[in-house]
């Protein structure tokens, strides 16, 4: 019986983020894995999901909602079944609402010409961008597109509306700015630079689940702590950081006379595993850190080439008010080739053999970018109390002129949203910012005081009020300096597609008819096809890799999908 034990498969899982989670609670729920590892580079499990306090509060650093909260979602299944979310969230009538992944919430929208725009307004500007980038869906099996992203899709198409608009000078300029605003935030939702960078032909492959958004009341981290509670004690290493994984070999140990692994895995302090299966979960952007980028010049605004002639811009709109002047300064920041340089250079001595051409091309293609979280908490609100949502509109920007790329001079441009934590009884006054792209990049260079004199420099100036109190206190997310995580979540940039991310949830060896089959297989929010990005992606990668091992060990477990609770 001892013996038959010992002969059972190896599994090491590298990760322990909802994907590495969900895969060891899968296996170890199966009597085919008693010899189950967990190796986590950091002190703590969850990954990307990251709870923290702020005050007296708890508030979430990285994922914030479960986006489709209903029967198809696990993340939602799971943390009902743990009686983490509240009744409102669960009650079926929330399950069935459809919002097309943008849940709207009473807005307020503050222009940096200090005053409030008019709702009417905002809706008309905001359903035509809805419309267009519903339209984006249409792309997703057509054999070719006229343009390859969803930017220069939207420019397009609005440069061809702007023409019949019949508002006068002010109101067209201000429509464009209150667009602007929406392709950033849309840069937050896709965790991108610009939405030039995203793919249009793969981008409608993306999945939205009915259910209206919900969140955790005792914070997102309580899902992974409840998971981690399920898994053997002893089966969880923190502070290992893998350094290498090494398969297609013939490793040996002492105690297992006669009996040989294909896999070995390395920690940064020299600790070394053996195993028949390893799964590896960690982000795109995998393990150690790259510095920050060098200084370039910056370019001043220009109209964009795609949309010159459509419209021409008004005498002092641009870089107007002294605010930020463009541009004639260092930029400093990060250039998205060199994380995709970085990218190439490391899978290679990170997995040995080196991965396959397919996925090494499939690593490169697809975009993982930065979105960041800055929380401020204020003395008074100075947005009316039923305000759930801060937005933020520059007056001087058009998506058809190119903006301005002097970070240290304007970086905070594009924190164009803040939520309002709810409810204020609980969290007082907290505003959640959220900025993504290579600002956000450049703001997690800066120190905390830093930040926090920008943004009240922004709140005053948007408010109209020089002497508004400043927030009493200030924190942030920083994923692209995070050493195991390097940026926020995966997108399908220009010149990737679906298929990528196929080709890296592909496992190794790549051969079927391998004696020692599904030696290195890959999981996390990147190798989900159709909810990448999210953590029901993740959880769903996870299992999926997981019952990849079950199926090849054929147990009579194979086939039971409920977890240890
Ligand atoms: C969601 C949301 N959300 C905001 C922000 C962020 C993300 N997401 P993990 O990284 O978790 O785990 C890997 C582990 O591996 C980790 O613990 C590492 O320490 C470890 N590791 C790394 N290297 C290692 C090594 N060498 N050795 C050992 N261990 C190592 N998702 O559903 N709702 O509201 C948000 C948000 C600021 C940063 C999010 C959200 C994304 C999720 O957090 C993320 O996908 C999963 O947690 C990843 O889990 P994992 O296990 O794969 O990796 C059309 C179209 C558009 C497409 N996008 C639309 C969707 C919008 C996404 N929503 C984002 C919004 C917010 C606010």
Redesign the pocket.
Known sequence: MEAAAEARPRVLV???????LGAAQRLSSSRAFPHLRL????GRAG???CSQRFGSEVVEM??????GPSKENPVFQLASDYGLLDEEAMSEENQQIEVGGHPLLPAVFYSSAGRVLSPELVEGVRNLFSTLLDQTREFLHMPQVSVPSVGEYLRKEIAQQVKEWTDDDETKWLKLAILNTYFKLECC??GTHSMDDVALGP?GE?AMLPGLDCTFPGGYGGLPDCMLTSLPKESVLFH???TAVRWGGSYREESQEGRTFPVQVECEDGERFLADHVII???LA??KHVTLGCASHARPRQLRPAVAGALTAPQGQLGSAGWSSPSQQPTTGTDSQEQLGFLKEHHETFIDPPLPPRKADAIRQLGFGT???IFLEFEQPFWPPDCQLIEVVWEDESPLVEAGTDLQASWFRKLIVFLVLQPPERYGHILCGFIAGKESEYMETLSDAAVLTALTDVIRRLTGNPHLAPPKKVMR?Q?HSAP??RG??S?VAVGSSGDDIDALAQPLPEDAADPRPLQVLFA??ATHRTFY??????LLSGWREADRLLSLYDTSESHQHKPRL
């Open positions: 590298v990760g322990a983020g909802l994907a590495g190796l986590e580079s950091t990954g990307r999901v990285g994922a914030h909602w479960i986006h939702v896709s981008f993306y290992k950081p893998v979960t960690v982000p995998p393990t979105n960041n979280k997310s994923w195991y995580t926020s979540y997108y996390g929010e990005s999210t953590t029901h992606g993740a």
